[in-house]
């Protein structure tokens, strides 16, 4: 089966301030895409970031990153220097097969 | 504009009375899919079509009907909604599933009693 957990329903973060998303995810399969979606109270799904399984290079998008540990098959979103912005829901799907699987969520919310 | 419409944004029916939930999209694009988003379950996808005419099952299937006559338009049909279909739904499509960035509508409010 294919599964994504996220294992923090909520974090908080101050303005300004790095916060570490945490993504698992388990399949059989060597052949995947792995994403960050958020989303707003506005409930729009917005890409954040992507990676392709078969590159080690961690993605960066400008504040976000991911640190991709595709043994323990785990995909993380660091965000830097936290926007009030940033407070949103993050999913982290990844899609194989055709079919995309998403987790239940992280919900972030900014200090400020 | 790019984008992906969904048609209605909010509905509140009763058990058993057949419905259709539009999903457009001007993009082009291949892909599309229907998801339903729950509390403490995230997002589950309902159907998937990697073209027209063709369609397979997501995660949930049971209760959903969808169609791909042309591309731009991928429909879900609720033949006899029942009370554990009260969801959101987000219609989304992308190019070709992959690497693609999936765009996703703005969401249908479904309630049924």
């Known amino acids: 089966a294919q599964t994504v957990t996220q294992s923090q329903p909520e974090m908080s973060v101050q303005e300004a301030e790095t916060v570490t998303l945490s993504c698992t995810y388990d399949t059989s399969e060597s052949d995947y895409y792995l994403f960050w979606y958020k989303q707003p109270p506005s409930r729009q799904m917005i890409l954040v970031i992507r990676q392709e399984a078969y590159k080690q290079q961690n993605a960066t998008e400008n504040r976000f990153s991911v640190n991709f540990q595709k043994a323990a098959k785990s995909f993380s979103l660091k965000i830097s220097d936290s926007q009030l912005g940033d407070a949103a829901m993050y999913f982290c799907?990844?899609?194989?097969?055709?079919?995309?699987?998403f987790g239940t969520g992280t919900s972030l919310t900014v200090i400020p | 504009e790019a984008q992906v419409t969904q048609n209605p944004r909010y509905l509140i029916t009763v058990t058993g009375k057949k419905l259709t939930v539009t999903c457009s999209q001007n993009m082009n694009h291949e892909y599309m899919s229907w998801y339903r988003q729950d509390p403490g379950l995230g997002l589950r996808q309902i159907y998937y079509?990697?073209?027209?005419?063709?369609?397979d099952k997501g995660d949930v299937p049971e209760g959903y009907k969808v169609s791909r006559k042309e591309k731009r338009n991928f429909p879900l049909i609720l033949e006899s909604p029942s009370p554990n279909q009260t969801s959101l739904y987000f219609c989304?499509?992308?190019?070709?599933?992959?690497?693609?960035?999936?765009?996703f509508g703005p969401g249908t409010r479904l309630t049924v009693l």
């Open positions: 989304a499509s992308t190019m070709w599933a992959g690497l693609n960035e999936q765009f």
């Open positions: 799907p990844f899609n194989t097969g055709n079919q995309f699987y």
């Open positions: 079509s990697m073209n027209v005419e063709v369609t």
